[in-house]
């Protein structure tokens, strides 16, 4: 099973900065990897597939890139809606798997 | 419009059983494998079980293998997962995931139910 580790834990940002967050996977996963977001008491929200893809109705500040193991989402002006937590995910082989997760939150 | 709801979520003792559904609207559903993923209470998020579209295929974590089964009805629009031998750490938020894109039975999810809540407790 591959396992993918996020960092930071926890990533404390005002409102118009930039944030940077990173996930990285046991073994190469190709761009087999998706970005989600998820609010209190919500379901999560696919943001990014194929490592830097753009799911629908995604805003543009919102971007991924990185192959094999090492891959980056980045939020490139932090609005209020994005304070949250932001799981990967890599479907490259079965079983698919999450990291634990980067909480954002307002400094 | 994409809709998954989730239903059949409570409170049960170890041991117990429960069956969970997901009724599916907005969509061909028989075209589309579809997945349970959980979340326990403040944790991250577990991928359980998938199936294929014609339920020709399925697979399951190694911590539901032979507790859970996962089954579909597509003339009813429905998933369904019925959970047997529950522990306290089956205790979680169950959702139905509708697949973007799936390879070898291992996808990404572009819609996702609200969940239900399936506490195991005494």
């Known amino acids: 099973e591959i396992v993918l580790t996020q960092s930071p834990g926890t990533l404390s940002l005002s409102p118009g900065e930039r944030a940077t967050l990173s996930c990285r996977a046991s073994?190469?996963?190709?761009?087999?990897l998706a970005w989600y977001q998820q609010k209190p008491g919500q379901a999560p929200r696919l943001l990014i597939y194929g490592a830097s893809s753009r799911a629908t109705g995604i805003p543009d500040r919102f971007s991924g890139s990185g192959s094999g193991t090492d891959f980056t989402l980045t939020i490139s002006r932090l609005e209020p809606e994005d304070f949250a937590v932001y799981y990967c995910q890599q479907y490259g082989t079965s079983p698919p798997t999450f990291g634990p997760g980067t909480h954002v939150d307002i400094k | 419009e994409v809709q998954l709801v989730e239903s059949g979520g409570g409170l049960v003792q170890p041991g117990g059983s429960l069956r969970l559904s997901c009724a599916a609207s907005?969509?061909?559903?028989?075209?589309?494998?579809m997945n349970w993923v959980r979340q326990a209470p403040g944790k991250g998020l577990e991928w359980v079980s998938y199936i294929s579209s014609s339920s020709n295929t399925i697979y399951y974590a190694d911590s539901v293998k032979g507790r859970f089964t996962i089954s579909r009805d597509n003339a009813k629009n429905s998933l369904y997962l019925q959970m047997n031998s529950l522990r306290a750490e089956d205790t979680a938020v169950y959702y139905c995931?509708?697949?973007?894109?799936?390879?070898?039975?291992?996808?990404?999810?572009?819609?996702w139910g609200q969940g239900t809540l399936v506490a195991v407790s005494s």
């Open positions: 073994q190469s996963i190709s761009s087999s």
């Open positions: 907005g969509f061909t559903f028989s075209s589309y494998s």
């Open positions: 995931a509708r697949p973007r894109y799936c390879g070898g039975g291992s996808c990404n999810f572009d819609y």
